[in-house]
DNA sequence: AATATAATGTGTATTTCTTACACTATTAAA
DNA sequence: TTTAATAGTGTAAGAAATACACATTATATT
C-alpha cells in the first residue's frame, strides 16, 4: 500500500510579547481560501528533514532553521481524495531575522501572515490539532530546553524571556523569583549593553550560552 | 509522490525486575533472518491507529493496549527497494496478561521473542534508533504518566514499582524517599493481600487508582 | 524447635527548591 | 521638574528532596 506524503511546519516566533504562528492562505481545493500550515509533497528522493527545511526556506527565507519532529497524521479521512500522510514539525525561529527577509509566494498559496496563538483563524484540515499539539509539547519541555531562545533575538531583556515563558506556560510568573531561577540554571551571559529605543528605563541585555547548557544537559 | 506506509511496535513490559521488548524474527528480505520490530504495512482504507491495534493482537492475542506515538521514519535508505514511510507506536503490557495468550506467527516472521532491552541482538533497519527513543521517551516522562502502571500486573508491590522506575531511569533509587514520594502522590491503593509463593517475608500488594491519578493532572 | 536467610517496612535531620510578597532606581518624554 | 513606565532587588516560610540503618516477618533448613 501506498499513501500521499506531505510536510506541515508549525513555524512559531515571538513577537511584540505573543507567541506568533506563520499560516498560509490557499489557492487550491480543497479548503480554498482558507488558512491552513505551510505543508506541502515531500519529493521522491528528498529525505524528510530536507523537505523540511526546503519549505522552511520558502516561507522564511532563511536557512538551518531549529526543527522538531511533532508526529505523523494519517487520518483516511483527512482528505477528499483519500490518505495524505503529513508528518507536522515545529520550527523556532526569531522574528528579527525573519523581517528582513522575503517569502517566496507558490501557486499553492495566496499570502502568508502571523497569527498570535491565542487569535487564530478557523484552519485546513486537522492544523488546529497539530498547533496544539505543538504548544503542548513546548510547555512540557520549555524548561529543559533551548526553545525559548530560539524564539527571542541573540540579545534579548529578562522580561522578554519572561514573557515567552508566560506565552508558553499560559500563566503569569513572579518576575523575582522567575529571575532567581534562571540565574540559578547558570547559563545566561549578562552582557554589557541595555536595551534601545524605549522611553524608560532600559533593561540589561542578556545573551544565551549554549555551551554551559550542553554541559548541563549531558550530565544526565 | 507517494510512499509505501507502515507501522512499526515498541512492545514492552516488564518481567523478571527487567524491562523487556518483543522481537520478531524475519523470514523475509530484506534482513532475512535478523531480529526486528513487530510491524507491518497499514491498508488502503485502515486508520493507522487500527493498523497498530491489528499488529498488537497479532503479536499478543490482546486488544485495548496502552498505545503511544513515538515517531515517523522516512530515510530514503532504510529500504533497498525505495522509501518506506514508518510511523514507531510504543504498547505497553502486562507480562501476566501476555503469558496466557497465543500470538499468530505470519509468514514473513519466524518466531517472537522477548528480550530484556540491556541485552539487544543487533536490529534490522533503524530499528534500534527507534527503541532507544522509546526508552528515552518514556524515561522523560514516567513521573507524570500511567506507564509504571501499565508495564506491572494490576497488583503490584512497591519493590516492584521501584524496580520499574530504576529500570527506566536507569540509576538505583533509595527505597524509603521512593516510597514516601509514591504515598505522596495518592494514587495508589493498598490492599488486604500480599504476596505469595516466595520464600521470604511477603510483601503488601498496591493498585493504581487511575481515577485518583486523572484527577490530578486534568488540574494543570 | 531452633536457626538461617532474604526481603519487608519504617523515621529523622539536613539541605535544597519553591513560593509569596513591595518598594526604590532609572530613563525618556512632557 | 514632574510624570510615566518599566527595571531591578531580598527575605522569610513552607515544601520537597536527599542521605542514611535497623528491627520485623515469612519461609526454608537443620
Redesign the interface.
Known sequence: ?????TIDCVILTFDEGKLKVLLAERNEYPYKDWWALPGY????????EDAVARILFEMTGLKDIYMD?L??F???KRHPE??I?T?AYMALVQMEEVKNKIASLTSYMRQLKWFSVDELPELAFDHREIIDLSLDRLKKTISFSTTPYELLPNKFTLTQLQQVFEALLNKKLDKRNFRKKINNLGYLKELNEVQKGVSYRAAKLYSFDKKKFQKQFSQD
Do not use: S, W
Not at 1 to 5: E, K, P, S, Y
Not at 41 to 48: C, I, P, R
Open positions: 500500500m501506498q499513501t500521499h506524503f509533497f515531500v519529493n521522491k528522493y528528498e529525505e524528510m519532529q508526529a505523523a494519517a487520518g483516511v483519500g490518505r500522510l508528518v
